[in-house]
């Protein structure tokens, strides 16, 4: 998994699995998390399976 921002390798943060109950199929979601301070996606969680849509959980902005 490389991050859509500064193209260097991402780490996996956490995964997770919902199982649908009609179907009883489990998707898998991966998230991985940059470590390059300079990213604007540093330390923010990045989700794998949907390329490039990140979901900012850890990092408070103050504006
Ligand atoms: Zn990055």
């Given at each position: 998994m490389i991050c859509p921002n500064c193209n260097n390798a991402v780490i996996l943060s956490h995964v997770t699995s919902t199982t649908?109950?009609?179907?009883g199929e489990t998707t898998t979601h991966y998230y991985y998390t940059c470590?390059?301070?300079?990213?604007?996606?540093?330390l923010k969680v990045i989700n794998g399976s949907e390329e490039g849509k990140e979901a900012e959980i850890r990092e408070k902005k103050e504006s």
């Amino acid at each position: 998994m490389i991050c859509p921002n500064c193209n260097n390798a991402v780490i996996l943060s956490h995964v997770t699995s919902t199982t649908e109950i009609e179907t009883g199929e489990t998707t898998t979601h991966y998230y991985y998390t940059c470590l390059d301070p300079r990213c604007p996606s540093y330390l923010k969680v990045i989700n794998g399976s949907e390329e490039g849509k990140e979901a900012e959980i850890r990092e408070k902005k103050e504006s």
